[in-house]
Protein backbone atom coordinates (compact mmCIF):
# COMPACT_ATOMS: atom_id res chain seq x y z
CA UNK A 1 0.00 0.00 0.00
CA UNK A 2 1.17 3.41 -1.03
CA UNK A 3 0.40 6.87 0.39
CA UNK A 4 0.59 9.45 -1.74
CA UNK A 5 1.04 13.04 -1.11
CA UNK A 6 -1.55 16.03 -2.11
CA UNK A 7 1.71 17.45 -4.19
CA UNK A 8 2.05 14.14 -5.87
CA UNK A 9 -1.49 13.73 -6.39
CA UNK A 10 -1.79 17.57 -8.33
CA UNK A 11 1.65 16.85 -9.89
CA UNK A 12 -0.21 13.79 -11.50
CA UNK A 13 -3.51 15.18 -12.11
CA UNK A 14 -5.32 14.91 -15.73
CA UNK A 15 -7.90 16.77 -15.85
CA UNK A 16 -9.22 16.13 -19.26
CA UNK A 17 -9.01 11.95 -18.31
CA UNK A 18 -10.51 12.62 -14.88
CA UNK A 19 -13.66 14.72 -16.41
CA UNK A 20 -14.36 11.60 -18.79
CA UNK A 21 -14.04 9.09 -15.91
CA UNK A 22 -16.45 11.31 -14.03
CA UNK A 23 -18.94 11.56 -16.81
CA UNK A 24 -18.88 7.90 -17.09
CA UNK A 25 -19.27 7.42 -13.23
CA UNK A 26 -22.50 9.41 -13.87
CA UNK A 27 -23.95 7.14 -15.96
CA UNK A 28 -22.89 4.39 -14.50
CA UNK A 29 -25.10 5.46 -11.27
CA UNK A 30 -27.90 6.23 -13.63
CA UNK A 31 -27.94 2.73 -15.26
CA UNK A 32 -27.83 0.96 -11.64
CA UNK A 33 -23.85 -0.19 -12.47
CA UNK A 34 -22.75 1.74 -9.34
CA UNK A 35 -22.70 0.75 -5.60
CA UNK A 36 -22.83 3.87 -4.10
CA UNK A 37 -23.20 3.08 -0.18
CA UNK A 38 -25.19 5.44 2.62
CA UNK A 39 -23.22 8.13 3.89
CA UNK A 40 -21.43 7.66 7.53
CA UNK A 41 -21.68 11.06 9.57
CA UNK A 42 -19.71 11.90 13.21
CA UNK A 43 -20.29 15.12 14.25
CA UNK A 44 -18.03 16.80 16.97
CA UNK A 45 -19.64 20.30 17.91
CA UNK A 46 -17.45 20.56 20.45
CA UNK A 47 -14.80 21.26 18.37
CA UNK A 48 -16.99 22.52 15.58
CA UNK A 49 -16.28 19.65 13.55
CA UNK A 50 -17.40 16.81 11.29
CA UNK A 51 -16.35 13.79 9.61
CA UNK A 52 -17.92 11.88 6.40
CA UNK A 53 -16.91 9.06 4.78
CA UNK A 54 -18.24 7.76 1.41
CA UNK A 55 -17.59 4.95 -0.31
CA UNK A 56 -18.41 4.14 -3.77
CA UNK A 57 -17.38 1.35 -6.71
CA UNK A 58 -18.57 1.47 -10.36
CA UNK A 59 -19.17 -1.98 -12.20
CA UNK A 60 -16.31 -3.28 -13.77
CA UNK A 61 -13.55 -0.96 -12.13
CA UNK A 62 -10.64 -3.09 -10.51
CA UNK A 63 -10.73 -0.69 -7.98
CA UNK A 64 -13.19 1.11 -4.97
CA UNK A 65 -12.72 3.89 -3.24
CA UNK A 66 -13.30 5.09 0.61
CA UNK A 67 -13.49 8.64 1.14
CA UNK A 68 -12.78 10.24 4.57
CA UNK A 69 -13.02 13.53 4.97
CA UNK A 70 -13.40 15.94 7.93
CA UNK A 71 -14.15 19.68 8.11
CA UNK A 72 -13.24 21.29 11.54
CA UNK A 73 -14.06 24.90 11.54
CA UNK A 74 -11.99 26.38 14.72
CA UNK A 75 -8.96 24.98 12.56
CA UNK A 76 -8.00 28.47 11.09
CA UNK A 77 -7.88 29.74 14.76
CA UNK A 78 -4.76 27.31 15.29
CA UNK A 79 -3.31 28.04 11.88
CA UNK A 80 -4.79 24.68 10.62
CA UNK A 81 -6.47 24.58 7.33
CA UNK A 82 -9.78 22.83 7.84
CA UNK A 83 -10.05 20.13 5.62
CA UNK A 84 -8.45 16.88 6.16
CA UNK A 85 -9.15 13.97 4.83
CA UNK A 86 -8.03 10.56 1.89
CA UNK A 87 -9.43 8.66 -0.35
CA UNK A 88 -7.97 4.52 0.24
CA UNK A 89 -8.02 3.27 -3.42
CA UNK A 90 -8.73 -0.55 -2.37
CA UNK A 91 -8.78 -3.32 -4.86
CA UNK A 92 -12.35 -4.90 -6.56
CA UNK A 93 -10.63 -8.49 -6.74
CA UNK A 94 -8.64 -9.07 -3.90
CA UNK A 95 -10.04 -6.53 -1.33
CA UNK A 96 -6.33 -5.24 -0.67
CA UNK A 97 -5.74 -1.42 -0.19
CA UNK A 98 -3.71 -0.35 -3.16
CA UNK A 99 -3.21 3.17 -1.89
CA UNK A 100 -3.86 6.14 0.56
CA UNK A 101 -4.07 9.62 -1.32
CA UNK A 102 -3.76 12.00 1.23
CA UNK A 103 -5.67 14.60 -0.38
CA UNK A 104 -6.23 16.96 2.28
CA UNK A 105 -10.23 17.63 0.38
CA UNK A 106 -7.73 18.55 -2.86
CA UNK A 107 -9.83 15.86 -4.99
CA UNK A 108 -13.29 16.23 -3.79
CA UNK A 109 -12.96 19.90 -4.59
CA UNK A 110 -11.29 18.66 -8.10
CA UNK A 111 -14.27 16.50 -8.66
CA UNK A 112 -16.43 18.41 -7.34
CA UNK A 113 -15.71 21.45 -9.63
CA UNK A 114 -15.67 18.94 -13.00
CA UNK A 115 -19.10 17.63 -11.99
CA UNK A 116 -20.07 21.33 -12.45
CA UNK A 117 -18.20 21.58 -15.88
CA UNK A 118 -19.78 18.30 -17.23
CA UNK A 119 -23.54 19.78 -15.82
CA UNK A 120 -22.97 22.99 -17.39
CA UNK A 121 -21.35 21.72 -20.79
CA UNK A 122 -24.36 19.91 -21.08
CA UNK A 123 -27.20 22.56 -19.91
CA UNK A 124 -25.71 25.88 -21.16
CA UNK A 125 -27.41 26.61 -24.10
CA UNK A 126 -24.79 27.13 -27.79
CA UNK A 127 -23.62 30.63 -27.74
CA UNK A 128 -23.50 31.28 -24.03
CA UNK A 129 -19.84 33.82 -24.00
CA UNK A 130 -20.56 34.75 -20.36
CA UNK A 131 -20.28 32.90 -16.91
CA UNK A 132 -21.45 34.23 -14.22
CA UNK A 133 -19.68 32.92 -10.67
CA UNK A 134 -21.72 33.76 -7.01
CA UNK A 135 -19.17 33.10 -4.32
CA UNK A 136 -15.63 33.63 -4.12
CA UNK A 137 -14.47 30.54 -2.10
CA UNK A 138 -12.26 27.77 -3.61
CA UNK A 139 -14.90 26.14 -4.82
CA UNK A 140 -15.69 29.57 -6.85
CA UNK A 141 -12.36 29.97 -8.04
CA UNK A 142 -12.12 26.37 -9.66
CA UNK A 143 -16.17 26.42 -11.45
CA UNK A 144 -14.22 29.85 -12.98
CA UNK A 145 -11.15 28.43 -14.31
CA UNK A 146 -12.40 24.84 -15.46
CA UNK A 147 -15.91 26.55 -16.79
CA UNK A 148 -13.74 29.35 -19.12
CA UNK A 149 -10.53 26.87 -19.93
CA UNK A 150 -12.39 23.92 -20.75
CA UNK A 151 -16.05 24.87 -22.19
CA UNK A 152 -14.81 28.47 -24.00
CA UNK A 153 -16.29 31.13 -22.49
CA UNK A 154 -14.30 34.41 -22.78
CA UNK A 155 -15.87 36.58 -20.60
CA UNK A 156 -16.21 36.19 -16.51
CA UNK A 157 -18.40 38.06 -13.92
CA UNK A 158 -18.46 37.62 -10.37
CA UNK A 159 -20.33 38.67 -7.33
CA UNK A 160 -19.88 37.73 -3.72
CA UNK A 161 -21.83 39.35 -0.49
CA UNK A 162 -18.29 39.92 0.50
CA UNK A 163 -17.70 42.32 -2.37
CA UNK A 164 -13.37 42.59 -1.35
CA UNK A 165 -13.37 38.93 -1.82
CA UNK A 166 -15.30 39.13 -5.35
CA UNK A 167 -12.64 41.98 -6.24
CA UNK A 168 -9.37 39.27 -5.02
CA UNK A 169 -10.79 36.79 -6.42
CA UNK A 170 -11.18 38.64 -9.53
CA UNK A 171 -7.65 40.13 -9.69
CA UNK A 172 -6.22 36.52 -8.88
CA UNK A 173 -8.30 35.19 -12.06
CA UNK A 174 -6.52 38.13 -14.24
CA UNK A 175 -3.44 36.84 -13.51
CA UNK A 176 -3.70 33.15 -13.96
CA UNK A 177 -6.41 33.64 -16.98
CA UNK A 178 -4.79 37.17 -18.89
CA UNK A 179 -7.15 36.48 -21.74
CA UNK A 180 -10.08 36.20 -20.40
CA UNK A 181 -12.02 39.40 -19.96
CA UNK A 182 -12.96 39.81 -16.05
CA UNK A 183 -14.94 42.10 -14.02
CA UNK A 184 -16.90 42.16 -10.73
CA UNK A 185 -20.97 42.71 -10.87
CA UNK A 186 -22.22 45.05 -7.96
CA UNK A 187 -25.55 42.47 -7.27
CA UNK A 188 -26.50 39.42 -8.15
CA UNK A 189 -29.32 40.68 -9.89
CA UNK A 190 -26.71 42.88 -11.96
CA UNK A 191 -24.82 39.62 -12.81
CA UNK A 192 -27.87 37.28 -13.64
CA UNK A 193 -28.60 40.65 -16.24
CA UNK A 194 -25.05 40.36 -17.89
CA UNK A 195 -24.51 36.07 -17.44
CA UNK A 196 -25.53 33.55 -20.12
CA UNK A 197 -24.61 30.67 -17.73
CA UNK A 198 -24.64 30.97 -13.80
CA UNK A 199 -23.18 29.00 -11.36
CA UNK A 200 -23.09 29.22 -7.54
CA UNK A 201 -20.71 27.89 -4.91
CA UNK A 202 -21.08 29.34 -2.13
CA UNK A 203 -22.51 28.40 1.32
CA UNK A 204 -25.49 30.49 1.48
CA UNK A 205 -28.56 29.09 3.58
CA UNK A 206 -31.01 31.39 2.00
CA UNK A 207 -31.64 32.22 -1.25
CA UNK A 208 -29.02 34.52 -3.19
CA UNK A 209 -30.43 34.59 -7.39
CA UNK A 210 -34.01 35.32 -7.21
CA UNK A 211 -35.96 34.17 -9.84
CA UNK A 212 -37.23 36.86 -11.74
CA UNK A 213 -33.44 38.35 -12.15
CA UNK A 214 -32.65 35.12 -14.23
CA UNK A 215 -32.84 35.73 -18.25
CA UNK A 216 -34.50 33.53 -20.77
CA UNK A 217 -31.89 31.47 -21.91
CA UNK A 218 -29.80 31.10 -19.03
CA UNK A 219 -28.30 27.65 -17.50
CA UNK A 220 -27.54 28.07 -13.62
CA UNK A 221 -25.01 25.11 -12.20
CA UNK A 222 -25.87 25.06 -8.26
CA UNK A 223 -23.24 23.27 -6.75
CA UNK A 224 -23.28 24.60 -2.79
CA UNK A 225 -26.60 22.54 -1.31
CA UNK A 226 -24.10 19.88 -0.79
CA UNK A 227 -26.02 19.14 2.91
CA UNK A 228 -29.14 20.27 4.88
CA UNK A 229 -29.86 23.81 5.47
CA UNK A 230 -28.25 25.42 2.89
CA UNK A 231 -30.13 27.23 -0.04
CA UNK A 232 -28.62 29.48 -2.90
CA UNK A 233 -31.89 29.10 -5.47
CA UNK A 234 -35.01 31.14 -5.20
CA UNK A 235 -37.41 27.92 -5.34
CA UNK A 236 -39.64 29.90 -7.83
CA UNK A 237 -37.05 29.51 -10.42
CA UNK A 238 -37.55 25.74 -11.04
CA UNK A 239 -41.40 26.73 -12.32
CA UNK A 240 -39.04 28.81 -14.82
CA UNK A 241 -37.48 25.76 -15.65
CA UNK A 242 -37.30 23.53 -18.70
CA UNK A 243 -35.22 21.00 -17.41
CA UNK A 244 -33.94 20.32 -13.79
CA UNK A 245 -31.36 17.62 -13.86
CA UNK A 246 -30.08 16.40 -10.22
CA UNK A 247 -26.69 14.25 -9.13
CA UNK A 248 -28.88 12.26 -7.35
CA UNK A 249 -32.62 12.50 -7.12
CA UNK A 250 -32.74 10.87 -3.42
CA UNK A 251 -29.91 13.55 -2.40
CA UNK A 252 -31.12 16.82 -4.39
CA UNK A 253 -34.90 15.78 -3.01
CA UNK A 254 -33.40 15.63 0.68
CA UNK A 255 -31.26 18.74 1.25
CA UNK A 256 -30.28 19.81 -2.49
CA UNK A 257 -31.75 23.25 -3.91
CA UNK A 258 -34.21 21.24 -5.93
CA UNK A 259 -35.46 20.05 -2.28
CA UNK A 260 -36.84 23.39 -1.77
CA UNK A 261 -38.57 23.49 -4.70
CA UNK A 262 -40.03 20.13 -4.39
CA UNK A 263 -41.29 20.42 -0.82
CA UNK A 264 -43.18 23.55 -1.97
CA UNK A 265 -44.78 21.79 -4.64
CA UNK A 266 -43.22 23.96 -7.35
CA UNK A 267 -41.72 20.84 -8.90
CA UNK A 268 -42.73 17.10 -9.30
CA UNK A 269 -39.97 14.40 -8.13
CA UNK A 270 -41.00 12.82 -11.15
CA UNK A 271 -40.43 15.67 -13.52
CA UNK A 272 -36.69 15.78 -12.37
CA UNK A 273 -33.87 14.52 -14.75
CA UNK A 274 -30.81 12.02 -13.55
CA UNK A 275 -27.32 13.83 -14.82
CA UNK A 276 -26.51 9.98 -15.79
CA UNK A 277 -29.75 9.40 -17.84
CA UNK A 278 -29.42 13.39 -19.24
CA UNK A 279 -25.85 12.92 -20.27
CA UNK A 280 -26.37 9.28 -21.75
CA UNK A 281 -29.11 10.62 -24.02
CA UNK A 282 -26.86 14.10 -25.03
CA UNK A 283 -27.43 16.37 -26.53
CA UNK A 284 -29.97 18.40 -24.32
CA UNK A 285 -33.54 18.85 -26.00
CA UNK A 286 -33.27 22.59 -24.95
CA UNK A 287 -34.68 25.93 -27.18
CA UNK A 288 -32.73 29.05 -27.24
CA UNK A 289 -34.95 30.76 -24.58
CA UNK A 290 -35.46 27.77 -22.20
CA UNK A 291 -33.77 28.14 -18.29
CA UNK A 292 -32.04 25.25 -16.71
CA UNK A 293 -30.94 24.08 -14.00
CA UNK A 294 -28.39 21.90 -12.61
CA UNK A 295 -28.49 20.75 -9.05
CA UNK A 296 -24.96 18.79 -7.56
CA UNK A 297 -25.19 17.76 -4.27
CA UNK A 298 -21.92 15.40 -4.76
CA UNK A 299 -21.62 11.55 -5.84
CA UNK A 300 -19.61 8.95 -4.22
CA UNK A 301 -19.32 8.24 -7.94
CA UNK A 302 -17.45 11.21 -8.32
CA UNK A 303 -14.49 10.66 -5.60
CA UNK A 304 -14.34 6.50 -7.08
CA UNK A 305 -13.67 8.12 -10.49
CA UNK A 306 -10.93 10.83 -9.08
CA UNK A 307 -9.16 8.25 -7.63
CA UNK A 308 -9.10 5.44 -10.01
CA UNK A 309 -7.87 8.03 -12.86
CA UNK A 310 -5.17 9.13 -9.95
CA UNK A 311 -4.45 5.87 -8.87
CA UNK A 312 -3.93 4.93 -12.81
CA UNK A 313 -1.11 7.45 -13.33
CA UNK A 314 0.89 6.67 -10.32
CA UNK A 315 0.70 3.18 -10.78
CA UNK A 316 1.68 3.49 -14.85
CA UNK B 1 0.36 10.56 9.50
CA UNK B 2 1.95 8.01 9.80
CA UNK B 3 1.36 3.95 8.66
CA UNK B 4 2.14 1.11 10.97
CA UNK B 5 2.46 -2.15 9.30
CA UNK B 6 0.87 -5.34 11.18
CA UNK B 7 3.95 -6.62 12.47
CA UNK B 8 4.49 -3.33 14.35
CA UNK B 9 1.11 -3.03 15.86
CA UNK B 10 1.57 -6.38 17.10
CA UNK B 11 4.44 -5.66 18.71
CA UNK B 12 3.46 -2.93 21.00
CA UNK B 13 -0.04 -4.25 21.30
CA UNK B 14 -0.56 -4.42 25.01
CA UNK B 15 -3.64 -7.04 26.14
CA UNK B 16 -4.30 -5.34 29.38
CA UNK B 17 -5.06 -2.13 28.12
CA UNK B 18 -7.03 -2.88 25.22
CA UNK B 19 -9.22 -4.91 27.47
CA UNK B 20 -9.89 -1.98 30.25
CA UNK B 21 -10.29 0.19 26.92
CA UNK B 22 -12.85 -1.92 25.12
CA UNK B 23 -14.93 -2.69 28.83
CA UNK B 24 -14.92 1.49 28.93
CA UNK B 25 -16.24 1.30 25.46
CA UNK B 26 -18.92 -0.75 26.39
CA UNK B 27 -19.94 1.39 29.02
CA UNK B 28 -19.87 4.77 27.06
CA UNK B 29 -21.79 2.72 24.18
CA UNK B 30 -24.58 1.59 27.01
CA UNK B 31 -24.56 5.24 28.56
CA UNK B 32 -25.02 6.33 25.00
CA UNK B 33 -21.89 8.24 25.31
CA UNK B 34 -20.48 6.63 21.75
CA UNK B 35 -20.82 7.84 18.53
CA UNK B 36 -21.53 4.40 16.37
CA UNK B 37 -22.08 4.83 12.87
CA UNK B 38 -24.61 3.08 11.25
CA UNK B 39 -21.90 0.27 8.43
CA UNK B 40 -21.29 0.71 5.05
CA UNK B 41 -21.27 -2.39 3.05
CA UNK B 42 -20.07 -2.78 -0.54
CA UNK B 43 -20.61 -6.22 -2.34
CA UNK B 44 -17.76 -7.68 -4.89
CA UNK B 45 -20.01 -11.10 -5.73
CA UNK B 46 -17.78 -11.91 -8.81
CA UNK B 47 -14.72 -11.86 -6.46
CA UNK B 48 -16.63 -13.52 -3.52
CA UNK B 49 -15.64 -9.88 -1.79
CA UNK B 50 -17.01 -7.64 0.53
CA UNK B 51 -16.24 -4.69 2.14
CA UNK B 52 -17.03 -3.22 5.73
CA UNK B 53 -16.43 0.15 6.80
CA UNK B 54 -16.81 0.83 10.88
CA UNK B 55 -16.76 3.90 12.74
CA UNK B 56 -17.02 4.99 15.87
CA UNK B 57 -15.76 7.91 18.56
CA UNK B 58 -16.46 7.31 22.60
CA UNK B 59 -16.82 11.26 23.98
CA UNK B 60 -13.92 12.43 25.35
CA UNK B 61 -11.17 10.53 23.26
CA UNK B 62 -8.83 12.88 21.58
CA UNK B 63 -9.14 10.10 18.40
CA UNK B 64 -12.18 8.40 16.42
CA UNK B 65 -11.71 5.40 14.09
CA UNK B 66 -12.69 4.06 10.87
CA UNK B 67 -11.93 0.83 9.86
CA UNK B 68 -11.69 -0.06 6.36
CA UNK B 69 -11.91 -4.22 6.14
CA UNK B 70 -12.16 -6.51 3.41
CA UNK B 71 -12.92 -10.05 2.80
CA UNK B 72 -12.33 -11.97 -0.19
CA UNK B 73 -12.68 -15.09 0.20
CA UNK B 74 -11.09 -16.89 -3.52
CA UNK B 75 -7.93 -15.47 -2.11
CA UNK B 76 -6.91 -17.81 -0.56
CA UNK B 77 -7.04 -19.89 -4.15
CA UNK B 78 -4.42 -17.54 -5.54
CA UNK B 79 -2.41 -18.09 -1.77
CA UNK B 80 -3.62 -14.52 -1.05
CA UNK B 81 -5.33 -13.97 2.76
CA UNK B 82 -8.58 -13.32 2.43
CA UNK B 83 -8.88 -10.58 5.66
CA UNK B 84 -7.15 -7.10 4.76
CA UNK B 85 -7.69 -3.50 5.93
CA UNK B 86 -6.93 -1.06 8.11
CA UNK B 87 -8.19 1.02 10.66
CA UNK B 88 -7.70 4.88 10.52
CA UNK B 89 -6.50 6.93 13.39
CA UNK B 90 -7.85 10.69 13.25
CA UNK B 91 -7.90 13.62 15.77
CA UNK B 92 -11.27 14.47 17.40
CA UNK B 93 -10.23 17.85 17.66
CA UNK B 94 -8.49 18.96 14.69
CA UNK B 95 -9.72 15.88 11.99
CA UNK B 96 -6.23 15.26 10.75
CA UNK B 97 -5.41 11.81 10.00
CA UNK B 98 -2.87 10.43 12.77
CA UNK B 99 -2.06 7.33 11.69
CA UNK B 100 -3.24 4.28 9.45
CA UNK B 101 -3.19 1.00 11.41
CA UNK B 102 -2.70 -1.66 8.51
CA UNK B 103 -3.21 -4.44 10.51
CA UNK B 104 -5.18 -6.33 7.96
CA UNK B 105 -7.97 -7.66 10.12
CA UNK B 106 -5.73 -8.41 13.29
CA UNK B 107 -7.36 -5.87 15.39
CA UNK B 108 -10.72 -7.29 14.79
CA UNK B 109 -9.59 -10.63 15.51
CA UNK B 110 -7.59 -9.06 18.76
CA UNK B 111 -11.08 -6.79 19.75
CA UNK B 112 -13.27 -10.01 19.07
CA UNK B 113 -11.31 -11.76 21.14
CA UNK B 114 -11.03 -9.35 24.22
CA UNK B 115 -15.26 -8.71 24.20
CA UNK B 116 -15.08 -12.48 24.60
CA UNK B 117 -12.82 -12.32 27.44
CA UNK B 118 -15.46 -9.52 28.76
CA UNK B 119 -18.28 -11.32 28.65
CA UNK B 120 -17.26 -14.45 29.54
CA UNK B 121 -15.50 -12.80 32.75
CA UNK B 122 -18.85 -10.86 33.52
CA UNK B 123 -21.30 -14.15 32.90
CA UNK B 124 -19.11 -16.84 34.18
CA UNK B 125 -19.83 -19.21 37.29
CA UNK B 126 -17.72 -18.48 40.20
CA UNK B 127 -15.40 -21.73 40.41
CA UNK B 128 -15.80 -22.29 36.72
CA UNK B 129 -12.56 -24.68 35.76
CA UNK B 130 -13.27 -26.16 32.55
CA UNK B 131 -13.73 -23.94 29.15
CA UNK B 132 -15.11 -25.55 26.05
CA UNK B 133 -14.39 -24.31 23.04
CA UNK B 134 -17.10 -25.08 19.50
CA UNK B 135 -14.52 -24.05 16.67
CA UNK B 136 -11.53 -24.26 15.04
CA UNK B 137 -10.38 -20.91 13.37
CA UNK B 138 -8.83 -18.21 14.22
CA UNK B 139 -10.76 -16.88 16.67
CA UNK B 140 -11.47 -20.15 18.19
CA UNK B 141 -7.76 -20.15 19.11
CA UNK B 142 -8.17 -16.53 20.60
CA UNK B 143 -10.91 -17.21 22.24
CA UNK B 144 -8.80 -20.47 24.26
CA UNK B 145 -5.37 -18.36 24.63
CA UNK B 146 -7.39 -15.23 25.89
CA UNK B 147 -9.86 -17.19 28.27
CA UNK B 148 -7.27 -19.68 29.29
CA UNK B 149 -4.61 -17.43 30.38
CA UNK B 150 -6.52 -13.89 31.41
CA UNK B 151 -9.30 -16.14 33.55
CA UNK B 152 -7.65 -18.56 34.70
CA UNK B 153 -8.81 -21.67 33.33
CA UNK B 154 -7.43 -24.55 34.00
CA UNK B 155 -8.80 -27.11 31.27
CA UNK B 156 -9.98 -26.88 27.69
CA UNK B 157 -12.05 -29.21 25.61
CA UNK B 158 -12.28 -28.65 21.70
CA UNK B 159 -15.25 -29.69 19.24
CA UNK B 160 -15.29 -28.44 15.44
CA UNK B 161 -17.15 -30.57 12.55
CA UNK B 162 -13.58 -30.57 10.74
CA UNK B 163 -12.31 -33.26 14.10
CA UNK B 164 -8.57 -33.45 12.53
CA UNK B 165 -8.71 -28.80 13.06
CA UNK B 166 -9.85 -29.35 16.25
CA UNK B 167 -6.82 -31.80 17.35
CA UNK B 168 -4.78 -29.92 14.92
CA UNK B 169 -6.03 -26.46 16.86
CA UNK B 170 -5.52 -29.11 20.64
CA UNK B 171 -1.75 -30.14 19.55
CA UNK B 172 -0.75 -26.22 18.51
CA UNK B 173 -2.45 -25.27 22.03
CA UNK B 174 -0.67 -27.48 24.09
CA UNK B 175 2.31 -26.56 22.55
CA UNK B 176 1.94 -22.50 23.74
CA UNK B 177 -0.47 -23.39 26.67
CA UNK B 178 1.84 -26.32 28.44
CA UNK B 179 0.13 -26.20 31.99
CA UNK B 180 -3.63 -26.38 30.74
CA UNK B 181 -5.00 -29.85 30.46
CA UNK B 182 -6.44 -29.80 26.79
CA UNK B 183 -8.65 -32.56 25.27
CA UNK B 184 -10.93 -32.75 21.94
CA UNK B 185 -14.75 -34.12 22.41
CA UNK B 186 -16.16 -36.37 20.13
CA UNK B 187 -19.29 -34.44 20.18
CA UNK B 188 -20.52 -31.01 20.65
CA UNK B 189 -22.93 -32.48 23.31
CA UNK B 190 -19.73 -34.16 24.66
CA UNK B 191 -18.12 -30.92 24.84
CA UNK B 192 -21.26 -29.19 26.73
CA UNK B 193 -21.36 -32.22 29.00
CA UNK B 194 -17.72 -31.43 30.14
CA UNK B 195 -17.67 -27.68 30.06
CA UNK B 196 -18.42 -24.71 32.91
CA UNK B 197 -17.94 -22.17 30.22
CA UNK B 198 -18.56 -22.29 26.59
CA UNK B 199 -17.55 -20.41 23.66
CA UNK B 200 -18.37 -20.38 19.97
CA UNK B 201 -16.63 -19.39 17.46
CA UNK B 202 -17.87 -20.53 14.14
CA UNK B 203 -19.21 -19.37 11.04
CA UNK B 204 -22.11 -22.21 11.43
CA UNK B 205 -25.25 -21.36 9.72
CA UNK B 206 -27.35 -23.52 11.78
CA UNK B 207 -27.45 -24.23 15.57
CA UNK B 208 -24.98 -26.57 16.78
CA UNK B 209 -25.27 -26.08 20.55
CA UNK B 210 -28.69 -27.87 21.30
CA UNK B 211 -30.95 -26.24 24.55
CA UNK B 212 -31.07 -29.95 26.35
CA UNK B 213 -27.60 -30.42 26.07
CA UNK B 214 -26.07 -27.48 28.61
CA UNK B 215 -25.69 -28.38 32.23
CA UNK B 216 -27.32 -25.60 35.11
CA UNK B 217 -24.40 -23.23 35.78
CA UNK B 218 -23.01 -23.09 32.38
CA UNK B 219 -22.54 -19.66 30.86
CA UNK B 220 -22.07 -19.48 27.05
CA UNK B 221 -20.25 -16.70 24.89
CA UNK B 222 -20.99 -16.91 21.18
CA UNK B 223 -19.36 -15.03 18.92
CA UNK B 224 -20.00 -16.33 15.56
CA UNK B 225 -23.08 -14.79 14.27
CA UNK B 226 -21.69 -10.86 13.01
CA UNK B 227 -23.83 -10.84 10.18
CA UNK B 228 -27.57 -12.23 8.43
CA UNK B 229 -27.69 -16.42 8.37
CA UNK B 230 -25.24 -17.25 10.73
CA UNK B 231 -26.56 -18.92 14.02
CA UNK B 232 -24.37 -21.48 16.55
CA UNK B 233 -27.29 -21.71 19.34
CA UNK B 234 -30.47 -24.01 19.76
CA UNK B 235 -33.58 -20.98 20.29
CA UNK B 236 -34.80 -22.75 22.83
CA UNK B 237 -31.56 -22.56 24.84
CA UNK B 238 -32.65 -19.00 25.63
CA UNK B 239 -35.52 -19.88 27.36
CA UNK B 240 -33.66 -20.84 29.66
CA UNK B 241 -31.01 -18.47 30.42
CA UNK B 242 -31.28 -15.84 33.38
CA UNK B 243 -29.42 -13.44 31.58
CA UNK B 244 -29.32 -12.59 27.90
CA UNK B 245 -26.04 -10.45 27.23
CA UNK B 246 -25.86 -8.60 24.14
CA UNK B 247 -23.21 -6.14 22.78
CA UNK B 248 -25.57 -4.62 21.22
CA UNK B 249 -29.41 -4.47 21.42
CA UNK B 250 -30.06 -3.42 18.01
CA UNK B 251 -27.41 -6.39 15.98
CA UNK B 252 -28.19 -8.64 18.00
CA UNK B 253 -32.01 -8.60 17.31
CA UNK B 254 -30.80 -7.94 13.94
CA UNK B 255 -28.55 -10.76 13.21
CA UNK B 256 -26.78 -12.39 16.25
CA UNK B 257 -28.19 -15.29 17.94
CA UNK B 258 -30.46 -13.56 20.06
CA UNK B 259 -32.73 -12.73 16.64
CA UNK B 260 -33.44 -16.04 16.36
CA UNK B 261 -34.80 -16.35 20.01
CA UNK B 262 -37.17 -13.42 19.61
CA UNK B 263 -37.84 -14.11 16.56
CA UNK B 264 -39.53 -17.22 17.35
CA UNK B 265 -40.90 -15.54 20.84
CA UNK B 266 -38.96 -17.31 22.90
CA UNK B 267 -37.49 -14.08 24.60
CA UNK B 268 -38.36 -10.82 24.87
CA UNK B 269 -36.28 -7.45 23.25
CA UNK B 270 -36.97 -5.77 26.52
CA UNK B 271 -35.40 -8.81 28.48
CA UNK B 272 -31.82 -8.44 27.28
CA UNK B 273 -29.20 -6.81 29.04
CA UNK B 274 -27.27 -4.79 27.37
CA UNK B 275 -22.89 -6.12 27.58
CA UNK B 276 -22.08 -2.32 28.74
CA UNK B 277 -25.08 -1.61 31.38
CA UNK B 278 -24.31 -5.39 32.69
CA UNK B 279 -20.49 -4.40 33.26
CA UNK B 280 -21.72 -1.11 34.89
CA UNK B 281 -23.52 -2.66 37.33
CA UNK B 282 -21.02 -6.01 37.69
CA UNK B 283 -20.86 -8.49 39.18
CA UNK B 284 -23.70 -10.01 37.93
CA UNK B 285 -26.51 -11.52 39.85
CA UNK B 286 -26.23 -15.30 38.84
CA UNK B 287 -27.17 -18.19 41.24
CA UNK B 288 -24.64 -21.56 40.62
CA UNK B 289 -27.23 -22.87 38.68
CA UNK B 290 -28.27 -20.46 36.60
CA UNK B 291 -27.53 -20.48 32.87
CA UNK B 292 -26.07 -17.21 31.01
CA UNK B 293 -25.72 -16.26 27.41
CA UNK B 294 -23.42 -13.55 25.68
CA UNK B 295 -24.31 -12.65 22.22
CA UNK B 296 -21.51 -10.64 20.90
CA UNK B 297 -21.92 -9.19 17.05
CA UNK B 298 -19.44 -6.56 17.14
CA UNK B 299 -19.62 -2.87 17.65
CA UNK B 300 -17.50 -0.56 16.76
CA UNK B 301 -16.47 0.71 19.76
CA UNK B 302 -14.12 -1.91 20.08
CA UNK B 303 -12.74 -0.49 17.05
CA UNK B 304 -12.13 3.00 18.53
CA UNK B 305 -10.77 1.40 21.87
CA UNK B 306 -8.09 -0.84 20.53
CA UNK B 307 -7.05 1.50 17.76
CA UNK B 308 -6.56 4.43 20.76
CA UNK B 309 -4.64 1.67 22.79
CA UNK B 310 -2.37 0.95 19.71
CA UNK B 311 -1.98 4.45 18.35
CA UNK B 312 -0.93 6.15 22.28
CA UNK B 313 1.81 3.12 22.36
CA UNK B 314 3.53 4.05 19.21
CA UNK B 315 2.85 7.79 20.20
CA UNK B 316 4.60 7.45 23.34
Not at 119 to 148: H, K, M, P, Y
Not at 284 to 294: K, P, Q, S, Y
Request: aromatic fraction near 4%; include cysteine; proline fraction near 4%.
Amino acid sequence: MRVVTRQDILAHFDRHAVLDAIEDGFKAFARDQAQVAPVIHLAFPAAAGECHVKAAHVEGDEVFTVKLATGFYDNPKRGLPSSNGFMAVVSATTGEPRAILQDDGALTDLRTALAGVIATRLGGRRGARTLGIVGSGVQARLQAEFTCELLGYDSLVLWARASEKAAALADSLRASLPDLEISTAPTPADLCARADTIITATAARAAIVRADWVRPGTHITAVGADSPGKQELDPALFARARHVIVDSVAQCTAHGETAHAVGAGIIARDALLPLGVALSQAPLARAEDDITIADLTGVAVQDAAIARCVWHRLDT
